[in-house]
């Protein structure tokens, strides 16, 4: 397993100056006085997700703060074998990363359910996001972290492990055929998915997983209005509609949208079709 090395200018500071031998009782007091200083300056330096939390009505604890900053530094890590991320920079991944996958809280607006104790699915989650952003926020909720990439499923077994998230089960598998199997079938309040596929596409791999009230959220960008038309069809047919679609009001994510589908009926056994076909052709 790889290790966190990140650099640590309190420590740094000590092994570079020169002291007198100290008693134990200094020792722990010196180390509990770094701990709690280290803590603090790692907050701090998550001022961009801490505002954006609180602007969600998501406040953070210490704890929390401290899990965003572990997921982080375990990513980057590993992001240095396995492609996970091409984004690592400590700002724009607190924007493009945490805040984006925080902001489907926008979403769940009205739902009975939301108040953190739901099954969630997060479908093709490369890193685990936004599911493990997500859990973290509601440690509640139950959480299954689906992608087909193994490389990917190992990075994710061992930052759960980590961050000692609960309640995450994590599979390595297709969404065509983990749709099928009726442990998963229709047993999410919340299913969301940030692949970048078409609407009709991504409803297919979404609604099947659904219960009847629950929602799939699907990330978007702007000018979206002609796949929300191409894709209305294949939504009845799965036994969804169009509820609503969101726009992200946080500094960095303007363009950003959740296009968000609510399950009103059963998806046809059908559905999912084989693995590749919802994406080579779309229902229409």
Partial sequence: MFQNRAFNPLKHQREESSHPPISSSTRRSDSSTTAHALCYHESAMMDRLIEAA???????????????????????DWNRKVNLTA?????????????????IILALEGAKWADGNFALLDIGTGAGM???????????????????VAKKTAFLQHVVGELG????????????ETGHLVEYREAFELVVCRAVSQLATVAELTLPFCRIGGLAVIPKKESIERELSQ????M???G???????????????????VVLEKTSPTPPAYPRRPGTPAKRPLR
């Avoid at 609180?54 to 375990?74: A, G, I, K, M, V």
């Avoid at 998230?165 to 065509?176: F, N, S």
């Fill in 54 to 76: 609180r602007q969600l009505s998501l406040p953070l604890n210490e704890h929390q703060l401290q899990q965003f900053q572990t997921y982080y530094d375990q990513l980057v």
């Fill in 130 to 148: 936004p599911g493990i952003p997500l859990k973290i926020a509601h440690p509640r909720a139950r959480l299954v972290l689906l992608d087909s």
């Fill in 231 to 234: 894709a209305n069809r294949a």
């Fill in 236 to 238: 009845g047919i799965l």
């Fill in 240 to 258: 969804g509609y169009l509820k609503t679609v969101r726009q992200v009001p946080i500094k960095g994510l303007e363009h950003h949208l959740l």
């Fill in 87 to 103: 984004i690592t920079g400590y700002e724009e991944f607190q924007v493009k990363h945490f805040t984006d996958s925080l902001s």
């Fill in 165 to 176: 998230l609960e309640g995450v089960e994590i599979l390595t598998q297709r969404a065509e």
